[in-house]
């Protein structure tokens, strides 16, 4: 997956669904199990609102370059500069809206939901002269009791070699392979 010297890597730390944390999706509970009782003006106002998520359209309502060194979670970052030393990790946070979910059977024959991204990261001169990146890279696939509408994403880049002082862009493509979107983000940046 790595293109030159440089080595993309896309990963989701964390899934918040309404306040609630989503690390690990439990296969061992039966499907009559019930956790909680769920309010009935909740259960409404939420399917009011997943009805109008299915119009939104796919794209990123925070792309912003973050710190390595703090705790990542959704709407939880501390924003970075665009000025990177020549040894320094790349670390882009994004937060996507409009995302499509799959309804599947889980192992017990439970009803889950699928959420599936790829991602492609390119990183170049500000002339366009590519110098590395990777294309449809797994992002992951998610699994989710809930259809869930609140995730982040955290993209980086490492390098083996200090990048050369100078201007910078990365082209960022997700792609929802569930709803078959795309959405892009472009970020330039300097290296000092």
């Known amino acids: 997956m790595a293109c030159g010297s440089i080595k993309p890597a896309i990963i989701i730390l964390c899934l918040i669904l309404m306040g609630s944390v989503f690390l690990q999706v ?17 259960e ?7 009805k109008v998520w299915d119009t939104l359209t796919f794209h990123p ?22 000025v990177f030393k020549p040894d320094e990790t790349i670390n882009l946070y994004a937060q996507p809206i409009g ?12 009803k889950l939901f699928l959420i599936n991204f790829t991602g492609d990261i390119m990183l170049s001169k500000q002339d366009g002269t590519p110098l590395g990146g990777g294309k ?24 083996d070699d200090p990048l ?20 892009k983000i472009t970020k330039d940046l300097k290296v000092v």
């Open 26 to 42: 439990s296969y061992s509970q039966s499907p009559n199990v019930t956790t909680s009782t769920i309010d009935p003006k909740y």
């Open 44 to 50: 409404t106002a939420r399917n009011q609102f997943l």
């Open 61 to 82: 309502i925070v792309a912003t370059f973050v710190n390595e060194s703090v705790e990542l979670g959704n709407g939880v970052y501390q924003e970075h500069s665009n």
């Open 99 to 110: 995302f499509g979910h799959k309804e599947i059977n889980g192992q017990n024959g439970e």
């Open 136 to 159: 449809n890279i797994p992002i992951g696939q998610i699994v989710s009791h809930y259809p869930i509408t609140e995730m982040f994403l955290h993209l980086f880049l490492t390098h």
């Open 164 to 183: 050369p002082r100078g201007d910078y862009k990365v082209d960022y493509t997700v792609t929802d392979q569930v709803a078959g979107n795309t959405f």
